[in-house]
Nanobody, 119 residues
Framework: QVQLVESGGGLVHTGGSLRLGCSVSGSIFGIKSMGWYRQALGKQRELVAA???????NYADPVKGRFTISRDNAKNAVYLQMDSLEPEDTAVYYC?????????????WGQGTQVTVSS
């Protein structure tokens, strides 16, 4: 069974840094992109950052210039370096993988890791 295993969440003060990691346990065919979403209490889940297989990145406006996404394609792993953290970044962060073929697509999600930024 395929699982996305996340690591690296925690508690940090404003201005601090955290690095999230996510690796695939099992095998996923047809990966197109890997990335991170987050969901704050009482809010909808939103995209934070994603990277396609060719290295194209997409960042949410609030994190541009502060967060950096990277991938290790050989390990099917994705990372999120988060710098200059703000209390508004407090959320559960979910690893996401999109896989697709000619006539199908599927989303895979991690279990989520809590990031808390104290003021």
């Amino acid at each position: 069974q395929v699982q996305l295993v996340e690591s690296g969440g925690g508690l940090v003060h404003t201005g601090g840094s955290l690095r999230l990691g996510c690796s695939v346990s099992g095998s996923i065919f047809g990966i197109k992109s890997m990335g991170w979403y987050r969901q704050a209490l009482g809010k909808q889940r939103e995209l934070v950052a994603a990277m396609t297989n060719d290295g194209t990145t997409n960042y949410a406006d609030p994190v541009k210039g502060r967060f950096t996404i990277s991938r290790d394609n050989a390990k099917n792993a994705v990372y999120l370096q988060m710098d200059s953290l703000e209390p508004e970044d407090t959320a559960v962060y979910y690893c996401h993988t999109e896989a697709a073929g000619r006539m199908w697509s599927r989303d895979y999600w991690g279990q989520g890791t809590q990031v808390t930024v104290s003021s």
